[in-house]
């Protein structure tokens, strides 16, 4: 998925913890096997290419295109599966991989708090300690090291944190509508949702909407939250962050 991936596992037996993040760990490898698009051996390529039918891709696969189907829909077509004409379900494959790796851990290592970060996309469930909550960083995309915000988990069992923009890696959002780069006024989407899966995706697809949709789109869909910030350095956010910030 060419991007990192940290773990930070509060409580829990210590050689279950181990096996359980072995276990992640390896299931990341193995979506990046199966839906790399910069491998031309994975069975998205391979599906893209017509070389193989859905039917005979991994149950992973049918999964992932039935939930980017769902993204489709509710996003009005601004987010998709296809990158310039292609076969590209990468777009949600990193949250919805992030999200089921914290889970597994949960629940196999009977942990107190577990947080996996994505390239900067994060999963929290549960506590890291007593009367502490996980607290995110939002980076500032105009000033590098900077955040723009710190999102507290206080009070939620599981909160997820994703970002879509342009700082990081430049223009590789596409307008779905033309098969271009998104010609937007944002540097950056926050989106704050219980699971990264969607997050991930409603980020991207409110990223390239632009300002203004964008953050109407949001504020439509329940459970949500989001941190915009133009190029100007305007900060828009839903009704409901503020809740979340500290």
Not at 24 to 32: F, S, T
Not at 47 to 67: H, N
Not at 77 to 99: H, M, Q
Not at 184 to 205: I, R
Request: hydrophobic residues 45%.
């Amino acid at each position: 998925m060419g991007t990192v991936f940290s773990f930070d596992v509060r409580g829990g037996e210590p050689a279950a913890v181990r096996a359980a993040l072995d276990e992640a760990v390896a299931e990341l490898h193995r979506a990046d096997e199966v839906f790399s698009t910069y491998r031309d051996d994975s069975e998205v390529s391979r599906l893209a290419r017509g070389e193989l039918t859905l039917d005979a891709c991994a149950p992973e696969v049918a999964e992932v295109l039935e939930l980017a189907a769902e993204a489709e829909r509710v996003s009005e077509g601004w987010f998709s599966t296809r990158y310039r004409g292609r076969l590209d379900p990468t777009g949600i494959v990193k949250g919805w991989a992030v999200e089921r790796a914290a889970r597994r851990i949960t629940a196999a290592a009977g942990a107190g708090g577990v947080s996996v970060n994505g390239g900067g996309d994060v999963q929290v469930l549960g506590t890291p300690g007593a009367e502490r909550p996980w607290r995110v960083g939002v980076s500032d995309p105009l000033r590098p090291g900077g955040l723009a915000a710190v999102v507290s988990a206080a009070g939620a069992a599981e909160l997820a944190v994703a970002t879509s923009g342009s700082a990081e890696r430049g223009a590789h959002v596409v307008d779905p509508r033309t098969g271009l780069s998104a010609v937007t006024d944002l540097l950056s989407v926050t989106v704050v949702a219980p699971g990264l899966t969607w997050a991930d995706c409603w980020a991207t697809a409110a990223f390239a909407m632009g300002a203004r949709e964008g953050l109407r789109w949001l504020e439509s869909l329940p459970g949500v939250e989001g941190l915009l910030i133009t190029a100007g350095d305007e900060v828009r956010c839903t009704g409901g962050l503020a809740a979340w910030l500290g």
